[in-house]
């Protein structure tokens, strides 16, 4: 019988290096499609230069950007599968494991003793997971790194109420006008509403996690993406800030309902490099790897 621990840490270890490695294939088909379709030769010249980036890191199996990110697990845990507490402490060896072998690079920094040189935080909060309770006998998880850069121009608001619709839209407008050129764009964006101040940015980054281009099933959300992005590719922000080629690659949002006197939006951007791997292990501990 299978070690059910070891193969959620082992898995987990090579989903880390996976995401940190390669693109999930949507998006190293879109930047190279911007690349042909950009006409502006410094737009071109800034694409070129990433694919061939994106290429190499697959190519070396290294890391495609030198952050390599502060690390997060999405996690769904079916009732019947065999193990609980264990999962997290799964989760945080293969961090550690990851941090050696990949290697990442050490981005876990203690407010009070420095970098602690492997990626876990000493106050049991790094990395970050994101639990989810569901129906089945299997486990999912999602390894999502993301870099300081695109973390730092992350956005959230509490907007009147009144303002509604238009008022979410107005903010991520501003949001993305804000971060301009500062994370390394083309980006994707996650856009959060309703919950509370601490769930709509989940919800943020939750919806980065839906492949390029597969818009949510309601209706009216998914309108409502598709006009974002449209609205936001306006900005002429272009590859890496220079107002040449894609600005935005896509726009995904989550819905959750909200307290009457609350309207809280949360913004998390994505560089270029979107980067998340995922994989399901069911209770025999053998697994099945997401599309990649």
């Known amino acids: 019988m299978k070690d059910i621990a070891q193969v959620i840490e082992d898995t987990a270890a090579q989903l880390l290096k996976i995401a940190a490695t390669k693109l999930p ?72 494991k990851a941090t050696s072998d990949v290697p990442l690079r050490p981005n876990a920094v203690d407010m009070f003793k420095g970098n602690t040189k492997n990626n876990v935080g000493l106050r049991g909060y790094v990395p970050w997971f994101y639990f989810d309770l569901v129906e089945g006998d299997s486990l999912e998880i999602i390894a999502l790194p993301k870099g300081g850069g695109s973390s730092n121009v992350g956005k959230m608001k509490m907007i009147p109420p009144g303002k509604g619709i238009k008022g979410v839209k107005e903010f991520v407008v501003e949001a993305l006008a804000a971060a301009g050129p500062l994370a390394c764009p083309p980006y994707t964006v996650g856009v959060g509403v309703g919950g509370g101040e601490d769930m709509c940015m989940n919800l943020a980054k939750k919806a980065l996690l839906r492949p390029l281009f597969v818009y949510h099933k309601d209706e009216t959300i998914a309108d409502l993406e598709k006009e974002l992005l449209h609205t936001l590719n306006k900005l002429e922000i272009g590859a890496m ?52």
């Not at 030769?41 to 697959?58: D, P, W």
């Not at 495609?64 to 997290?88: A, H, N, W, Y």
């Open 241 to 292: 800030g220079l107002g040449e080629g894609p600005s935005i690659l896509d726009v995904h949002m989550e819905f959750a309902a909200r307290h009457p006197a609350s309207l809280p939006v949360g913004v998390v951007i994505s560089c270029w490099a979107l980067r998340h791997a995922g994989a399901t292990i069911d209770k025999e501990g053998d697994v099945e790897w997401n599309p990649h």
């Open 25 to 96: 294939t949507e998006v190293k088909e879109t930047l190279v499609d911007s690349e042909e379709k950009t006409v502006g030769a410094l737009g071109r010249s800034q694409l070129q230069a990433i694919n061939e980036n994106v290429r190499i890191a697959e190519a070396t199996s290294k890391p495609m950007c030198q952050d390599t990110g502060l690390v997060s697990f999405f996690v769904k845990i079916g009732d019947k599968f065999p193990l609980r507490s264990e999962v997290k402490t799964a989760l945080i060896n293969a961090t550690k």
